[in-house]
């Protein structure tokens, strides 16, 4: 059993910093891309950051240059350090990972994801 478990998210005021964090549990192998995701009222969930185990990122042209997105692989853990932060970044948050696990005794690869953490930026 796998488990993504996120933490940090807040009500801010616009320009305000966050920072949130993921940790990923259980029967890891190996954890591949890892990323955040978010949801806002009304709206598809959207890409918004993403780290390959290379430390390769990939961020949503509407937080280039405010967010940065890292990773601990020997913790299994990923942040989002979100910083001047708009009305508009106002979400669940999402962690996503793609994690090789061992389920009862046979190697699987799959998506996984948190539960979500709801971040509100009041104007």
């Known amino acids: 059993q796998v488990q993504l478990v996120e933490s940090g998210g807040d009500l801010v005021q616009v320009g305000g910093s966050l920072r949130l964090s993921c940790a990923a549990s259980?029967?890891?192998?190996?954890?591949?891309?890892m990323g955040w995701y978010r949801q806002g009222p009304g709206k598809q969930r959207d890409l918004v950051a993403t780290i390959t185990s290379g430390d390769s990122t990939d961020y949503a042209d509407s937080v280039k240059d405010r967010f940065t997105i890292s990773r601990d692989n020997a913790k299994n853990t990923v942040t989002l350090q979100m910083n001047s932060l708009k009305p508009e970044d106002t979400a669940v948050y999402y962690c996503?990972?793609?994690?090789?696990?061992?389920?009862?005794?046979?190697?699987?690869?799959?998506?996984?994801w948190g539960q979500g953490t709801q971040v509100t930026v009041s104007p």
């Open positions: 259980g029967s890891i192998v190996s954890i591949n891309t």
């Open positions: 996503n990972a793609r994690i090789l696990a061992l389920v009862r005794g046979i190697f699987k690869l799959n998506d996984y």
